[in-house]
């Protein structure tokens, strides 16, 4: 079955940095889709970035444009998220998505989420 386990969350500062990773499994990698997309607390799932199977794209929320770099890894069946700048705004949970024939920002379209990694930004 499809298993997405997103790890590399933690605490950093402000104007930090970290790196996340999503391992995944049960399904050809190389042929879907990849996500990473995030919850603040008391608020709606909000789509990060997104990145076709082939590596192009890729694409980013105008919330981290510039800051976030998705990439992936289709030898290694592994899709990564480098966060630098990091801003409070950024705390929230993150989850990585696969799905087929989705939108890519659309995240409701999307079949398969990990359990989602913590981030927390905070002096």
């Known amino acids: 079955q499809v298993e997405l386990v997103e790890s590399g969350g933690g605490l950093a500062q402000p104007g930090g940095s970290l790196r996340l990773s999503c391992a995944a499994s049960g399904f050809t990698f190389s042929n879907y889709v990849m996500s990473w997309a995030r919850q603040a607390p008391g608020k709606g799932v909000e789509w990060v970035s997104g990145?076709?199977?082939?590596?192009?794209?890729?694409y980013y929320a105008d919330s981290v444009k510039g800051r976030f770099t998705i990439s992936r890894d289709n030898a290694k069946n592994t899709l990564y998220l480098q966060m630098n700048n990091l801003k409070p705004e950024d705390t929230a949970l993150y989850y990585c998505l696969t799905g087929v024939g989705v939108s890519l920002r659309q995240v409701h379209e999307y079949d398969y989420w990990g359990q989602g990694t913590q981030v927390t930004v905070s002096s």
């Open positions: 990145i076709y199977s082939d590596g192009s794209g890729p």
